[in-house]
């Protein structure tokens, strides 16, 4: 690890029940609740439990170094820890979907959402995702300008389209008619919103709800 990631400001417990900082490093901290919180998910029945505590304070702050540390190498970006990562995704979300509770509230939250159907125009502004971040930043300031047009229209006010993007109308979706992510963002807006600007991988891009239409199902 290089030395400016391995410096350790400083390791040590809370002197007092209410201190919230438990130990540092570099520039970063790591506060009571969080400590406390992977403690007890990873803890098992111990004698001496002051010793267990500080034993993994020491396990705790090289996990996170070692997370520093993988960051600024870009380790994250590489394919196969994305692939790793989707990988473990799957894995998990059957125990996930399985949990009662967490079941209960997406099925309610689908059912909320199967009651209205949204007519939907998704614009993108095409990038390069090798582009220089200046030219980047350039496309990301005129999609932003017309992102605000779009939140400050009334309804039957046509919005003229800057060079380069494109607008496709959707039609009417529904529940489970776009990814999760995507299904959150949009049932989250009002008729005549846009949502905020996303970047894909070759484009920027934003939803606007149009009309909300109730549905008897």
Not at 47 to 60: G, I
Not at 93 to 100: G, K
Not at 185 to 194: H, R
């Amino acid at each position: 690890m290089k030395s400016s990631v391995l410096l350790i400001a400083g390791i040590m417990m809370a002197a007092k029940a209410d201190a919230q900082t438990v130990l540092t490093y570099g520039a970063n901290s790591v506060n009571k609740d969080e400590f406390l919180r992977a403690y007890n998910k990873n803890k098992t029945p111990v004698a001496d439990k002051e010793k267990s505590v500080r034993e993994y304070v020491d396990l705790y702050a090289g996990f996170k170094m070692k997370v520093k540390e993988a960051q600024l190498l870009k380790l994250d970006t590489l394919e196969q820890q994305k692939t790793d990562l989707e990988n473990f995704r799957h894995q998990i979300e059957e125990n996930f979907m399985s949990d009662e509770r967490t079941f209960k509230l997406l099925m309610q939250e689908a059912f909320q959402r199967s009651q209205h159907d949204l007519h939907l125009v998704h614009y993108t502004l095409p990038i390069d995702e090798n582009a220089d971040p200046g030219d980047t930043l350039v496309k990301y300031s005129a999609f932003k300008v017309f992102y605000d047009q779009l939140n400050a229209k009334k309804e039957a006010v046509e919005i003229e389209l800057p060079a380069g993007v494109k607008a496709a109308d959707m039609g009417y979706v529904t529940v489970f008619s776009l990814p999760y992510k995507y299904e959150n963002i949009v049932y989250g807006l009002k008729p005549g919103q846009a949502s905020a600007p996303y970047r894909s991988k070759k484009s920027l891009a934003c939803f606007s709800v149009e009309r909300k239409k109730k549905e008897c199902r």
